[in-house]
């Protein structure tokens, strides 16, 4: 951190201002050498509603904030139609599909050792909590 | 249709000025009955790069995008940390486990049916193109 002490972060740099390091919100997060990680939450969500998310959110959470809104920005600049709400849709579909699979599956060796195959499956492989509105 | 013609849309009615239905990027996309839509995404995105955003798209594209972003920012505002990369997470965490669950099963079955077993899951289950470039 030594090396970094004395420039700006990525954001202050971008934005061509000083950067305090000790008040400066983005500077933990967004370090000098990874200008592409703010330039991205810059360009889609904009710098002041990233400073305000970050602020209203206590130190400890930060970081993660900080990386979620890097990985959601990513992902829009990259597929500005779906951004990684498509990415959300390919993994619930290929979800449904394993689990179409795995029911087969279990299906197929209850015919060589009997019912309990299905056990297992509906105890461990989120069957049962799937739905938290569905009574069963 | 007819109904709202007159109506400026969520998004004018929120930022207070006139629609101009014909012109406006917002119109089609953000109805006057869903005025949490627009002020969602205004909060999250802001205005004017959500504007940007569907300004730089065609016309088919755009309802797609507005309706992404909409989900992105419902998700943001309720988790701020995470938003809807905390599901990301969850969904990967959960298809792992069901592939595990299934390859077991497969397993078994391979003890009473031999190796063929196996073939159906690597074929269509995408083990084989399952992870194209794993950000993680």
Known sequence: KMSSSNSPCAACKFLRRKCTQQECVFAPYFPPDQPQKFENVHKVF?????AKLLNELNATQREDAANSLAYEAEYRLRDPVYGCVGL??????KLKQVQDDLLNAKKDLATYIGPQAMLPMLQHSGY???HPNNPS
Request: proline share 0%.
């Open 128 to 130: 049962i909590q799937q």
């Open 46 to 50: 904009g710098r002041s509603n990233v």
């Open 88 to 93: 959300i849709s390919i993994l619930q579909h």
